[in-house]
């Protein structure tokens, strides 16, 4: 499957944006699709995970009640919902897709998409 994010973009603290990973190839309900992000000078994390049909959903500590995840199979996509979002999520936001969501935890990805720069002004 190949996998195309979107939606990034310059935001002001206290503002929303919302990412899309539009999938090709194949039907994306059939992964565990996930949000990552890399920060300069850190490591790649998990910010956000749904199963394959959506029946289980994981968000990091750090973006609990703001950002929300959901799947639009009708449309191949799967969206990261961004509000209230703070310099510290200044990021690139990466889409992947697994076999299931335990694995993106273990952040062992089967397909990746291109990043998509969020930057979050103060």
């Known amino acids: 499957v190949q996998l195309q994010a979107s939606g990034g973009g310059l935001v002001q603290a206290g503002g929303s944006l919302r990412l899309s990973c539009a999938g090709s190839?194949?039907?994306?309900?059939?992964?565990?699709m996930g949000w990552f992000r890399q920060a300069p000078g850190k490591e790649r994390e998990l910010v956000s995970a749904i199963s394959a049909y959506g029946s289980y959903i994981y968000y990091a500590d750090s973006v609990k009640g703001r950002f929300t995840i959901s799947s639009e199979y009708t449309k191949n996509t799967v969206n990261l919902q961004m509000n209230s979002v703070q310099p510290e999520d200044t990021a690139v936001y990466y889409c992947?897709?697994?076999?299931?969501?335990?694995?993106?935890?273990?952040?062992?990805?089967?397909?990746w998409g291109q990043g998509t720069l969020v930057t979050v002004s103060s």
């Open positions: 190839g194949r039907t994306l309900s059939s992964y565990a």
């Open positions: 992947a897709a697994s076999s299931s969501a335990h694995r993106l935890r273990g952040s062992q990805v089967d397909y």
